[in-house]
């Protein structure tokens, strides 16, 4: 029998395998010039993301924790998130367990 642990990861690598397959769908995009807002230059460019409040101030609490602007570590996230599917299952199922413990010790 699959552990709870086992049994979310699971899912979350199930949920990562629809991303991949929608990504699979999309793989014909424009030049990168095309893409690029006009005036863009350089090695990076700006992307605007909206994000619920609770998302917001978790990040910046992170980032406040960490020394780091909110918006590096948003970047670091990402890049994280993108090179290392396998592993993105359990850092999540981890995360969460590790705040679900707290939350238990916290509010008992």
Do not use: W, Y
């Not at 101030?57 to 970047?75: E, I, N, V, Y």
């Not at 890049?79 to 993105?88: E, F, H, I, N, W």
């Not at 199922?93 to 916290?106: A, F, G, Y």
């Amino acid at each position: 029998m699959a552990t709870a642990r086992e049994t979310m990861i699971a899912a979350t690598q199930r949920r990562v395998a629809e991303f991949d397959a929608i990504e699979a769908l999309c793989v014909d995009l424009p030049p990168r010039r095309a893409r690029d807002r006009a005036g863009a230059t350089g090695a990076s460019a700006v992307l605007s993301v909206r994000l619920e409040h609770s998302l917001i101030d978790a990040l910046q609490r992170r980032a406040a924790l960490t020394g780091l602007p909110a918006s590096s570590l948003a970047r670091n996230l990402i890049r994280l998130g993108l090179s290392r599917r396998d592993d993105v299952a359990a850092l999540l199922v981890d995360e969460l367990s590790s705040v679900t413990d707290r939350l238990r010790k916290e509010f008992p």
